[in-house]
């Protein structure tokens, strides 16, 4: 069974920055996509980011894009979401989640979840 854990989250103003991290159990986290997602009150569970098994290729949504930084150590079982000039409008409970099938940015391709990490930007 595969487990994940975010942390980092918290309560911080505009622009400033926050790294979240997500530990993977299991001895195959190389093999898995690690994808990013957010969901704000009353709003859809939206993806923020993504990175390949191997860490070659990253995604972002037009939204982040230019600010967050997906980056993952395969040695530690890790994947991080370095998050800089936050804004208010970032506010939501991130959730990292582990794809066995490749890159995407559909929630139905992600087979594992974590239990999210509240991130409050105050402006």
């Keep these: 069974?595969?487990?994940l854990v975010e942390s980092g989250g918290g309560l911080v103003q505009a622009g400033d920055s926050l790294r979240l991290s997500c530990a993977v159990s299991g001895?195959?986290?190389s093999g898995y996509t690690?994808?990013?997602?957010?969901q704000a009150p009353g709003k859809d569970n939206d993806f923020v980011s993504a990175i390949t098994g191997s860490g070659g290729n990253t995604d972002y949504a037009n939204s982040v894009k230019g600010r967050f930084t997906i980056s993952r150590d395969n040695a530690k079982n890790t994947v991080y979401l370095q998050m800089n000039s936050l804004k208010p409008e970032d506010t939501a409970v991130y959730f990292c989640a582990a794809s066995p099938y490749g890159y995407s940015r559909r929630h139905s391709a992600y087979s594992y979840w974590g239990q999210g990490t509240q991130v409050t930007v105050s402006s």
């Design 34 to 38: 690690m994808g990013w997602f957010r």
């Design 27 to 29: 001895r195959t986290f």
């Design 1 to 3: 069974q595969v487990q």
